[in-house]
T-cell receptor
Framework: DTAVSQTPKYLVTQMGNDKSIKCEQN?????MYWYKQDSKKFLKIMFS???????INETVPNRFSPKSPDKAHLNLHINSLELGDSAVYFC??????????????FGPGTRLTVL | GDSVTQMEGPVTLSEEAFLTINCTYT??????LFWYVQYPGEGLQLLLK?????DKGSNKGFEATYRKETTSFHLEKGSVQVSDSAVYFC??????????FGQGTRLTINP
């Protein structure tokens, strides 16, 4: 009964490749996020989608492109991978109506290693 | 912009010791405040939260009180266990609903 799931859990790839990370939530939430956690554990928001519409786009290279086919899924595609993209990427979701709208629920993370 | 500052780690304690991890914030308006915990090799889990001044969040023996006058949300636990070893993140969510995190505090509890 995983609430927010991500695939893959680990991703090792060469510089210059293109890769995707998938996220799905079964909580019925309508807003989803991507966060990046660097090697020092610092967490920073990258993107947010509400009902398939992009609402937050932080200063992220345009090699990163989020895609939301429906409100339960938010995928992250990364072109031309660089060494500095190595990090743990977390997906999160929250509801925007009812109680607890300020609480985000996180997936288990995807550890991306670029060689 | 909004920001969160946490006590520098790492923090190492003996089992049954008292724990405090300091957290202060800067924000416009009235943010919600959170503590998230990341156990080794796992994702982030919500530990507790508080949504307005003087609210106290509590869970698993941990507590934190939303102090507007000191813009603080310090995490405390009266008697820590080895299983509490993890990285703890203080965070706020403002009107834009973006979570802004502190830098994380690594806690190690020795038996």
């Amino acid at each position: 009964d995983t609430a927010v799931s991500q695939t893959p859990k680990y991703l090792v790839t060469q510089m210059g490749n293109d890769k995707s990370i998938k996220c799905e939530q079964n909580l019925g939430h309508d807003t989803m996020y991507w966060y990046k956690q660097d090697s020092k554990k610092f967490l920073k928001i990258m993107f947010s989608y509400n009902n398939k519409e992009l609402i937050i786009n932080e200063t992220v290279p345009n090699r990163f492109s989020p895609k939301s086919p429906d409100k339960a899924h938010l995928n992250l595609h990364i072109n031309s991978l660089e060494l500095g993209d190595s990090a743990v990427y977390f997906c999160a979701s929250r509801r925007t109506s009812g109680s607890g709208t300020d609480t985000q629920y996180f997936g288990p993370g995807t550890r991306l290693t670029v060689l | 912009g909004d920001s969160v500052t946490q006590m520098e780690g790492p923090v190492t304690l003996s089992e049954e010791a008292f724990l405090t991890i300091n957290c202060t914030y800067t924000a416009t308006g009235y943010p919600s405040l959170f503590w998230y915990v990341q156990y080794p090799g796992e994702g982030l889990q919500l530990l507790l939260k508080a949504t307005k001044a003087d609210d106290k969040g509590s869970n698993k023996g941990f507590e934190a009180t939303y102090r507007k006058e000191t813009t603080s949300f310090h995490l405390e636990k009266g008697s820590v266990q080895v299983s509490d070893s993890a990285v703890y993140f203080c965070a706020l969510s403002g009107s834009d609903q973006k979570l802004v995190f502190g830098q994380g505090t690594r806690l190690t509890i020795n038996p």
